[in-house]
């Protein structure tokens, strides 16, 4: 019910190519849907953020889709740079002052 | 602001010593967390307050404890180390739901 599923587990895309990761949830309390980028060595930091009263969120070339039927969320990077290449990672909480479940991670390396 | 920060960098234990991680926050967030990160495993939750004199266990606990006495401190114990503690562990404080991750702790148990 906590779980946060997330794919690909690797991912790699050419230089200006569009990438694309998924997560799945299945607790329907979650309300907040964060996605946080870590490179090597460092700890993550927070990329985009959406919450369940819209379906998509975009800034610059970052988007989230969101289907909340469905019980899923994606990231989107468009014209993908070599320098977006890091882990990525989805997350989900419910209200209040509660812990982040996070997805297992998505290694995304971007290719010239 | 310096933000999140943790000490030490980098530690090697012997099985069964002990050592506390520290790390310490400067921006007032009451919320602040523990987490190991091993490949393929993600983010795991170990410990988390939600203010000072208050916290409760994550998702892998053992072996572990914390305490908080103060909003800005929030140190992790490592009681008798073992080599399946051997991770990376972050620090992070909250507010308003974004967390604000440490630069972590690699930890190696021999």
């Known amino acids: 019910q906590q779980q946060v599923k997330q794919s690909p587990q690797s991912l790699i895309v050419q230089k200006g190519g569009i990438s694309i990761i998924n997560c799945a949830y299945e607790?329907?309390?979650?309300?907040?849907f964060p996605w946080y980028q870590q490179f090597p060595g460092k700890g993550p930091a927070l990329l985009i953020a959406?919450?369940?009263?819209?379906s998509e969120k975009k800034e610059g070339r970052f988007t989230i889709s969101f289907n909340k039927s469905a019980k899923q969320f994606s990231l989107h990077i468009m014209d993908s740079q070599p320098g977006d290449s890091a882990t990525y990672f989805c997350?989900?909480?419910?209200?209040?002052?509660?812990?982040?479940?996070f997805g297992k991670g998505t290694r995304l390396s971007v290719i010239a | 602001n310096a933000g999140v920060t943790q000490t030490p960098k980098f530690q090697v234990l012997k099985t069964g010593q002990s050592m506390t991680l520290q790390c310490a926050q400067d921006?007032?967030?009451?919320?602040m967390s523990w987490y190991r990160q091993d490949p393929g495993m993600g983010l795991r939750l170990i410990h988390y307050?939600?203010?000072?004199?208050?916290?409760d266990q994550g998702e892998v606990p053992n072996g572990y404890n914390v305490s908080r006495s103060t909003t800005e401190d929030f140190p992790l114990r490592l009681l008798s180390a073992a080599p399946s503690q051997t991770s990376v562990y972050f620090c992070?404080?909250?507010?308003?739901?974004?967390?604000?991750f440490g630069p972590g702790t690699r930890l190696t148990v021999l």
């Open positions: 992070a404080s909250s507010y308003m739901g974004t967390q604000y």
């Open positions: 607790n329907t309390a979650f309300d907040y």
């Open positions: 959406i919450r369940p009263d819209v």
């Open positions: 997350a989900a909480s419910t209200p209040g002052n509660t812990p982040l479940v």
């Open positions: 921006m007032n967030h009451e919320y």
């Open positions: 307050s939600v203010g000072a004199g208050i916290t």
